[in-house]
């Protein structure tokens, strides 16, 4: 089986090719000097020339304003679900949480009614749209708060702060399910495998950990794990606030529902991953 993985320079991206490494795919991973994914001519002339049968679309996508890239997001999935459905491949569409608003519900299901109240949130609605309104082959991966030891996610975003002595921020609003960006790889490529040995599910899939909590309970386990890790540095300083936020949805659980009922799909705690994180975190900071 071949595969197009478009965007390997993003943190996502490179979590998904690091769990394809084991795998016995086919892997396409053009640069974005090879192929302009803001042109729907480039689009078509790559996946005429390549065939390939999944198209892992990961351009654009982020867990925050900073990280993503909310003009390509919507044109480049636009482009590949067209030529996907001209040339027989599946997509796989990477979207998030953030396509939900201001609404009270404390765990999103995929049949709720999406009205994202940020630019980043209408721009991922836009690119499920687009893929999903042109293509039937076609499966979004939602996700709630991805969190690693590097790029720009919630738990980053603590570390950074506490190594630059800056204080931790935290709104005991915010409800998510943190989820490990290598956790999201293993089901993105879980959900690969399936379509290889014939599952034809489409349509909106969501995934995340297992265990959910607030930002103030995230930033506490992770003190924990920073204190099991020997760490030897000044204690964080804590701003706690409980307001509702703005710009983001206060709830970023999912229902995973679906996913495991179609693809066999067992959520993982996010507590198992961060002593890793938190470890590979610290030998950084001393290497």
């Known amino acids: 089986m071949k595969l197009l993985l478009t965007d390997t320079s993003h943190t996502l991206g490179t979590a998904i090719e690091h769990e394809l490494e084991r795998e016995p795919f086919n892997l ?16 078509d002339d790559y996946l005429r020339q390549h065939r390939p049968d999944v198209v892992i679309n990961t351009l654009g996508w982020g867990d925050s304003d900073a990280s993503a890239d909310k003009t390509l997001l919507p044109i480049a999935a636009s482009h590949l679900a067209r030529a996907c459905a001209a040339y027989g491949s599946v997509i796989v569409q990477m979207s998030s949480y953030r396509v939900f608003g201001d609404d009270n519900k404390s765990k999103h299901l ?76 293993r089901v993105v490529v879980a959900l690969i495998k399936q379509i290889a040995s014939g599952a034809e599910c489409w349509g909106v899939y969501q995934y995340c950990s297992g265990d959910v909590c607030n930002q103030v309970e995230l930033a506490e386990q992770l003190w924990e794990a920073l204190g099991q890790q020997g760490y030897q540095g000044p204690e964080p300083r804590w701003d706690r606030i409980d307001e509702a936020p703005q710009g983001e949805p206060v709830s970023a659980v999912l229902s995973s529902l679906k996913v495991r009922n179609d693809f066999g799909v067992q959520t993982r705690s996010w507590r198992t991953y961060l002593m890793p994180m938190v470890k590979q975190w610290l030998n950084n900071q001393t290497g």
Do not use: F, M
């Open 28 to 43: 396409l991973q053009p640069s974005r000097q090879e192929v302009n994914w803001q042109s729907a001519d480039a689009v």
């Open 110 to 185: 995929d049949t709720d009614a999406c009205t994202p109240n940020s630019d980043l949130g209408r721009a991922l609605l836009q690119a499920e749209q687009a893929v999903l309104n042109t293509t039937e082959a076609a499966l979004i991966l939602r996700t709630s708060w991805t969190i690693s030891s590097y790029g720009d996610n919630r738990l980053r975003h603590l570390l950074g702060a506490l190594a630059q002595n800056k204080p931790w921020r935290v709104n005991a609003r915010l409800r998510g399910a943190p989820t490990a960006l290598s956790d999201v790889a």
